[in-house]
């Protein structure tokens, strides 16, 4: 997992924060004081591990899905998402 900084926050000004990035130059990170921001990488799921996650959804025996069981389905698939 990446886990470097990809900016800084620093000098509020009343309205906003100044922003700095890689783009700054290489010496981004010490040429303030500041906050480091680091971005989450994104979990992604396979077609195949998103099927799987209808095992733990019970619809009932009739055969159209209410929005009820999207959310439950929805709910299984951050569940597992969040355990990767």
């Not at 996650?53 to 569940?79: K, N, Q, S, Y």
Request: charged share 30%; with cysteine.
């Amino acid at each position: 997992m990446n886990n470097e900084p990809v900016a800084i926050r620093y000098d509020f000004d009343g309205y906003g924060y100044q922003y700095m990035d890689s783009g700054s130059g290489s010496d981004w990170q010490t040429r303030v004081d500041g906050e480091l921001l680091y971005a989450n990488p994104v979990k992604e799921l396979t077609d195949k591990e998103i099927l799987s996650c209808w095992d733990g959804v019970d619809p009932p025996e009739e055969c159209w899905i209410t929005d009820e069981h999207r959310i439950m389905f929805a709910r299984a698939i951050l569940r597992k998402a969040q355990k990767k």
